[in-house]
Structure formats: C-alpha cells, structure tokens
C-alpha cells in the first residue's frame, strides 16, 4: 500500500535500510497477541493506575510552606507570566508524540510486543517521574522565582514577628507559589531518545553522527521547554537541571527494563520480542520432532553466559586465541601496509558513504548562523541584580576568530561577560 512506503525510512535514507530484520506481518499484531499480552502484564497495568491516584493526591495536598525572610526575597521578585508552554501541553510533547512514533514503527514492523513495551515503559517513565517529582515538590517547598508578588500581589509587605513573610495573595497562587525544586521535562522524550537510539542502530559503529542528530532532538526539545520554564520564572536553572537528571534517570531505568541496551546489536527489540521468537523455534521444533539447533563442541570451551531475558538458549561466542593474544600483550598487531587506505584510494568512497552525514552537518552550520542572528530572550533584571552586572566592558582577551583555531570559546565567555550598562552587551554573541 502507498501509505505503508511512505513510512519506510529505507526509501529515504540508505542507511536505514536493512537495520531490523523484517517480520511477517501476521506473526505479532494486536489482534492475534494483544489481548494475551496485555492479560500477562495486567499488575503492570494495575500499577500504572496506583501510580495514577497518588499523582493525583500529591497535586492536591498543600507543599511544605518553607520559611522565607525579608533578605530571601531579592532572588524572588521575577514578574508573574504565563507559561509559554501550557501545562496542557505537557502530555501532548511527553506522552502523545512517542506514543505516534510507537505507532509508526508498528505499522512497519506489525510488531505487538514493540507497541506494547514501549507504551507500558513510556508511562511507567511519565508516571514515576511525576510522581518522584511532585513528592519532593511538596517535602521541599522551594519558593518559585516568582513569590514576591504571589505573596504581596499589591507590593505590600507584611511580616511576622521572625521575619518571616505573611501572605495575602491567592491561595492557589501562595500554594503553586511553593513547588519549585524540582521541575519535570524530560521523562518522556528522554525515553523517546532511548527508544529512536535503538531502533535506528545510532552506536552500530558505522560513524554515521547523523543518526546522532535524530537520537538528540527529542533531549533538546525537552531541553528547551525546561528553558522556557526559566524564562517564565517559574523555576530555578537548578531546579530544571535536577529535575533532567532525574527524568532521564528514570527513564534509562523504565527502558532497560523492557529493551536491550541501544549499543548492543539486538537494541533494535524488546526482550520480549526475542524471548517469543525462540520460544516458537523451539515449539517448531518440538512438532517436527527434529532438533533445531545441532550442539557442537568445540574445542577449548565457549563462554555460554545466560541470556539476560532469562531465556533457555544462551548465544554462541567465538574467542580468537589471535586477538585475545594482542589484547594481553603476548602478540603485535600487524603493520598495515603503507597505502592501502589512501586518500586517493578511498577517499571518494568514504565521502560518498558519508555524504548525509556532511549534508547534516552543513545544516547544523545553517542553524548555528540564523541562531548567532536572532534576538536573544531579554530576561528580567531588577535593581537588587545589578551589583553583580556592574563590571566593566572590555575586549575578549583571545578574540571572537580565534576560537575555530583554539578551543576556548568557554573561557572566554566566563572571563569577559560586561557589564550590561553597555549597549555591546555580548562580547561575540
């Protein structure tokens, strides 16, 4: 059908092609083993929904309201915005967008266990960062950038005897007001990344980066709205940063649980998917009362470690006594002759394999170019702030074209930011 070469990715990008072996398309659908899959996974489910119910109850319950004095408040007098990205479009980028990647893939392969382990793994991911997330929202308290004017919404202070602040903002506001640390992003792009890694072979040690640049958009899409959430003042650059690394925790944990790491050479499967294809060799086998596989000994013994899916037939691996040799010192490696990979020798077909990588690359340069020429979000600076912006302006140390030729681009940014009483606010961006 024309629909299902429209999602082929072989037609377009070669390589692609060949990267997952191909099913029959009949052999794992929803309608032949959804039904007994999910009825084996039903605790896990069952789960999701526990999980469910106390996201809920820690969304309701009222945070620990953390003392803030008068000398607290100069860090928490940003202006009160909206969020650029709503709260409801959380589930649409997080759970919906992988769950449509899910589907793509699906229809490819018509692969149940794939759809239905990433599914299951994605929500466990959205569903324990949530709730890991929120309970320590609501132990901590942390006040959000914005708790001024959640507090004193007229500019008014009041204070208690202890210096403490007295509030007489709304109540929903005084209560979101205390749910800073930390912030929740990355959980299910984080998974997403995991997933796309995998299923295009992105560490096959081919040296194509450009795959690399498919494994990391959904980490900077999370990236930017953890961004935004700085930007809008309703979060601290730690709390997104800690609240990242606990999303991307959690879902490197939810992800390993359901597929095989993304460098190894069955990432492109769930455990599950491997585990039912050699159950059917061996059932096959059973019937036709004939052995699938001949048991050979070989000489010297094999490592036959188990399977982590705990399956009944252990991989075959070969050791070379040559390359165990090099690798403990006993034997060189041999010399290659001189002029056997040239550039004149295979220079062209090297480019040529490679050729989407230099294409993606000079795309990233497009993107560097319109980035280095847009204007910069103009980020809120109060009086209190700027003592710590009143050092003077002066010229890079290792000027702006140095740096293609020497790689301290950070050391300049760190060692001459200027003052912002200058109209040349950025040395070079």
């Keep these: ?228 959430r700085v930007d809008d003042y309703w979060h601290h650059w730690q709390d997104v940063f800690a609240g990242g690394l606990l999303g991307l925790v959690v879902a490197t944990f939810c992800y390993m649980q359901f597929f095989p790491p993304p460098y190894s050479d069955d990432g492109w499967g769930p455990y599950a998917y491997f585990k039912a294809m050699e159950e059917a060799r061996v059932n096959s086998n059973t019937n036709r009362d004939s052995p699938l596989v001949q048991t050979m000994e070989v000489p010297g013994g094999v490592n036959q470690a188990p399977r982590r899916n705990g399956d009944t037939l252990p991989p075959f691996t070969y050791h070379s006594p040559s390359l165990e040799a090099m690798e403990l010192g006993q034997k060189e490696m041999p010399e290659i002759q001189l002029g056997t990979h040239t550039i004149r020798s295979h220079g062209t077909s090297v480019a040529r394999i490679h050729m989407h990588d230099w294409f993606i690359l000079l795309l990233l340069v497009i993107i560097d170019a319109v980035l280095n020429i847009i204007e910069p979000f103009h980020r809120f600076v109060g009086r209190d702030m700027m003592t710590d912006l009143s050092y003077p302006l002066k010229d890079n140390t290792i000027p702006f074209w140095a740096v293609p030729i020497t790689d301290t681009r950070t050391y300049c940014k760190m060692h001459t930011r200027p003052s912002i009483f200058s109209p040349h606010y950025c040395c070079d961006n």
């Design 1 to 228: 059908m024309a629909w299902r070469g429209f999602i082929s990715f072989g037609r377009i990008w070669p390589p692609f092609q060949g990267r997952m072996p191909r099913v029959d398309p009949s052999a794992h659908t929803i309608k032949s083993h959804g039904a007994t899959l999910a009825r084996n996974h039903l605790h896990d489910w069952l789960i999701l929904l526990l999980l469910i119910v106390i996201e809920v109850i820690l969304f309701v319950i009222h945070p620990f309201y953390r003392f803030v004095g008068r000398d607290m408040l100069e860090d928490l007098k940003y202006p009160m915005k909206e969020n650029t990205v709503p709260v409801w479009a959380v589930p649409l980028y997080a759970v919906l967008l992988p769950m449509a990647v899910f589907l793509l893939f699906y229809m490819r392969r018509r692969d149940v266990y794939d759809l239905h382990h990433s599914v299951l793994g994605l929500l466990f991911a959205v569903l324990i960062t949530a709730v890991l997330t929120d309970a320590i929202k609501d132990a901590v308290g942390r006040p959000r950038p914005d708790f001024y004017w959640r507090c004193f919404p007229d500019g008014v202070e009041v204070y208690d005897k202890w210096g403490g602040v007295v509030c007489h903002g709304k109540e929903s506001d005084i209560k979101e007001g205390h749910k800073s640390f930390p912030s929740g992003s990355f959980a299910g792009l984080g998974f997403l990344s995991l997933y796309l890694s995998g299923k295009i072979k992105a560490f096959d040690r081919q040296g194509h980066v450009a795959k690399l640049c498919i494994v990391f958009l959904p980490i900077l899409a999370a990236c930017l709205v953890g961004i935004s």
